[in-house]
């Protein structure tokens, strides 16, 4: 099965609530590939590469949450494989500095 590869940015109260530490085991529980990182205009932002269904799956948990984030909306477009180069080395899903 090919993969694909999804930029997303979820807006809410998605900062000091745990929600990149939930990307990122959520997305490692699905076998996926990329990052999760704060932005300073207050949403976070990810990149996830896997099998379609298993990204989607990944989406909708983004939509949920951790039980203490308020998600108001997910942004999405399709992702190119160089949105993925901002790993950090040796790891296959990262969180990344806040930009």
Request: with cysteine; aromatic share 6%.
């Amino acid at each position: 099965m090919s993969e694909v590869i999804v930029h997303v940015i979820a807006r809410g109260r998605v900062q000091g609530v745990g929600y990149r530490a939930f990307v990122e085991r959520e997305a490692l529980k699905r076998g996926l590939e990329g990052w999760v990182r704060n932005r300073r205009d207050g949403t976070v932002e990810a990149v996830f590469k896997g099998e379609p269904d298993k990204v989607e799956d990944m989406i909708d948990a983004c939509q949920r949450g951790p039980f203490t984030a308020q998600v108001e909306g997910i942004n999405r477009r399709d992702g190119v494989a160089a949105d993925l180069k901002s790993r950090l080395p040796g790891q296959s899903f990262s969180v990344l500095a806040t930009l």
